[in-house]
């Protein structure tokens, strides 16, 4: 028997943006696992000299759809790419197009977006800001629109430390609509030259463009069933629809996979700081309930778009340090065939104790590595490798120092809404999740995903035997050095003695 939201979905038709990225994906995947959606129109743009056919076509042979594909080979009968694009002015959407989705869609999930830190502030307003004004004008035109779900960032607000489930306008240098307008009018240099006054205490471009956008939201929404969706830093599945898939290295992941090929060693994290990090398919959950109650919940009871935070909560809080030590725990247990040295991270919240460090753990290895490359005839990579590292520890730096304090109190109400069947289909009860479970679950995942790694035992055991085969020499190198600081030592305080 159907449950509540299974009722809800039933030949739906839905239009999603942000379908070929890491949340879109196992958006689709799921509601055409879990639901009789009639159809999911996905904005697709042309990428890499591929049109939107040869891209979608692909996908019948990515993870994320594997497993449906097997058990229902016709699902992405039910999956429509629409030609468009959300850095153009219009959607990058033709005629027809935008007619087909004026007439049909009722369910409307917006997730594109740009999640570079260091994308160019002209770039980033087109993408996260000015498209979801775009998308509130088309969603307007919707004959049987029945819910609107705006996807923005747990961070949106993150120039305050405790954080509520409520639009912050104040902490803005320039209303949303002044921004969006110097972006048309000026030049794209001018705007990108403009952007450190425009962000004020925002670290980056992404933060400040999705509080924009949440802005535009809160003014220009008026009478639309339209809710907002904050997740955490979004990482590897849990369960759905496999263990551990990941598909980039955004965020705390980027550290993680560095550690694990024995590259990185040392990096600027505060370890007794929350990390608010969600498992993507309690992401998906999420939203697709957030969706669902929107959509039932009578228009008289709605006096503003309301705003879900998906974080640990206080019953179940991670902190970076334990994000590291369970990782690190298990990293015997899913080695990777291709690694350098023996996995271990020092963290550090100092600056100048970072860069001191990281000449020793990265860069002196660096060198050595690259001159003896060089002495090959082979090209030396090293350094550059280390330098793209540093760079990128720099800019989530201010995300691994701090911690923040998050609201969920709309998300648990909205949890304790759902029917018992619901909450088994579509669970995102972050309280009851098990930390430990969850790395012993998503590592193997990651190691495979991102890795590239076979998943055979042969591949594992030969994994082990190089981390052991590293371990001794890490014990060796540190004997070595530990006896020539000794040495040293000793040859100074007889040095002193002798005076």
Avoid at 160 to 183: G, M, Q, R, S
């Amino acid at each position: 028997m159907a449950s509540e939201m299974q009722k809800f979905y039933k030949d739906k038709v839905v239009f999603l943006t942000g379908g070929s990225g890491f949340l879109g994906r196992v958006i689709i995947e799921k509601l055409l696992r879990t639901t009789e959606v009639k159809r999911i129109y996905v904005l697709l743009r042309s990428k890499s000299g591929q049109d939107i056919k040869e891209r979608f076509s692909s996908w019948e042979s990515h993870p994320v759809f594997v497993g449906l594909l097997q058990s229902n080979p016709k699902a992405l009968q039910r999956v429509a790419p629409l030609c468009g694009d959300c850095q153009e002015p219009d959607l990058g959407l033709n005629n027809s197009d935008r007619q087909l989705l004026v007439e049909e869609v009722q369910v409307v999930l917006h997730g594109a977006a740009t999640v570079r830190f260091t994308e160019p502030l002209h770039i980033a307003l087109a993408i996260n800001t000015r498209a979801t004004r775009l998308m509130l004008d088309l969603a307007r035109q919707m004959q049987n629109l029945q819910v609107f779900v705006h996807v923005s960032t747990a961070y949106s607000n993150c120039v305050v430390d405790h954080i509520k489930e409520h639009f912050y306008p104040e902490h803005l240098t320039c209303p949303a609509a002044k921004v969006l307008e110097l972006n048309e009018t000026l030049s794209s240099d001018l705007v990108d030259n403009m952007a450190p006054a425009l962000l004020g205490r925002y670290p980056n471009t992404y933060t400040y463009t999705k509080a924009l956008a949440e802005q535009v939201i809160q003014q220009e929404a008026g009478d639309l069933p339209i809710c907002i969706f904050r997740p955490g830093v979004i990482i590897a599945s849990y369960k759905e629809p496999v263990s551990g898939w990941i598909d980039n290295l955004y965020g705390p992941i980027a550290v993680l996979h560095g550690a694990s090929y024995g590259v990185l060693r040392i990096t600027r994290l505060n370890v007794k700081a929350r990390a608010g990090i969600v498992p993507v398919d309690y992401c998906v959950n999420c939203v697709l309930t957030c969706a669902w109650h929107t959509a039932v919940t009578s228009p008289s009871l709605r006096k503003e778009p309301t705003i879900y935070a998906l974080t640990p909560c206080e019953e179940n809080l991670i902190t970076w340090g334990g994000f590291r030590d369970k990782a690190t725990r298990l990293s015997y247990d899913y080695p990777l065939t291709r690694m350098m040295w023996v996995p271990f991270l020092h963290c550090t919240t100092t600056p100048w104790l970072f860069r001191l460090v990281s000449y020793f753990y990265h860069l002196l290895p660096g060198y050595t590595i690259d001159l003896f490359l060089w002495v090959r005839g082979r090209k030396p990579r090293m350094i550059r490798l280390y330098d793209k590292i540093h760079k990128t520890i720099e800019i989530l730096a201010p995300f691994v120092d701090t911690s923040w304090r998050f609201e969920t109190e709309n998300t648990q109400r909205l949890w304790r809404r759902m029917s018992a069947e619901d909450q088994k289909l579509f669970d995102f009860d972050i309280r009851s999740l098990n930390w430990d479970d969850y790395f012993l679950q998503a590592l193997p995942g990651i190691r495979i995903y991102l890795g590239k790694e076979d998943p055979g035992a042969e591949s594992l055991e030969r994994g082990r035997r190089i981390f052991w085969r590293f371990k001794v020499l890490h014990r060796m190198l540190q004997f070595i050095l530990c006896s020539g600081l000794a040495v040293i030592f000793w040859s100074l305080v007889k040095l002193l003695i002798s005076f």
